[in-house]
């Protein structure tokens, strides 16, 4: 089946500017995680949407970042006014959240920001 | 909190030479270990897990760890390896029991050279 789908695959913007990356994940994941990979900071976790109930906003690295989960499925990971240090790429993954806890979480291929 | 620590940065091999790459991690709670491999431009594939029950865990492409609690360590092995397996390889730590988010190690690059 179909796996956890990202877009775009790479999006360089300016300073200063706005960007919005997608992840669409397996259907029927509850689910649904973002991270952030870059070369100082290795993976990191960013935030976390669990069914209907309040996200977990507890990674995101400052209020310039955002993410809104629509009708269960995709999310949209908002940053606004980009900075140089923004730079990374950003993975999207999808679990199946099962009592315990003892869910796999599946990645997407990611979306590369360069910000100039 | 949980933490996780992949002592080796880079690990040159040779083709069917064994490997071994270490994780140690370290909380105060149950937990939940993974490995995650990546190869160059794409995601994170699961290798292997472990959540309760036989210490040793067998994964894909001929994968094994071993959960040490006492050590707490979760080393990755594998006896023979080959040119495909060289990509960069992620130990990975979560609370056990609950639901949440992955604490991943800086990872391991793991260079299989003929």
């Known amino acids: 089946g179909a796996g956890v789908s990202q877009s775009p695959s790479n999006k360089v913007t300016e300073k200063g500017k706005d960007v919005e990356l997608r992840c669409d994940p397996i259907?029927?994941?509850?689910?649904l995680y973002w991270y952030r990979q870059s070369l100082g900071q290795g993976l990191e976790f960013l935030i976390y949407f669990q069914g209907n109930s309040a996200p977990d906003k507890s990674g995101l690295p400052s209020d310039r970042f955002s993410a809104e989960r629509t009708g269960g499925s995709v999310s949209t990971l908002t940053i606004q006014r980009t900075q140089q240090e923004d730079s990374a790429v950003y993975l999207c993954?999808?679990?199946?959240?099962?009592?315990?806890?003892?869910?796999?979480?599946?990645f997407g291929p990611g979306t590369r920001l360069t910000v100039l | 909190a949980q933490s996780v620590t992949q002592l080796d940065s880079q690990v040159p091999v040779f083709e069917e030479a064994p490997v071994e790459l270490r994780c140690n991690y370290s909380?105060?709670?149950?937990?939940?270990l993974f490995w995650y491999v990546q190869y160059p431009n794409q995601g994170l594939q699961l290798l292997l897990k472990?959540?309760?029950?036989?210490?040793l865990v067998k994964g894909i492409n001929g994968f094994e760890a071993e959960f040490n609690k006492s050590q707490t360590s979760f080393h990755l092995r594998k006896p023979s390896v080959h040119i495909s397996d060289t990509a960069e390889y992620f130990c990975?730590?979560?609370?056990?029991?609950?639901?949440?988010?992955?604490?991943f190690g800086k990872g391991t690059k793991l260079s299989v050279k003929p």
């Open positions: 259907s029927g994941h509850t689910a």
């Open positions: 909380s105060s709670v149950s937990v939940y």
């Open positions: 993954a999808s679990s199946l959240a099962v009592i315990g806890g003892a869910d796999t979480q599946y």
């Open positions: 990975a730590v979560k609370r056990g029991g609950s639901q949440g988010n992955l604490i």
């Open positions: 472990y959540l309760s029950g036989s210490t």
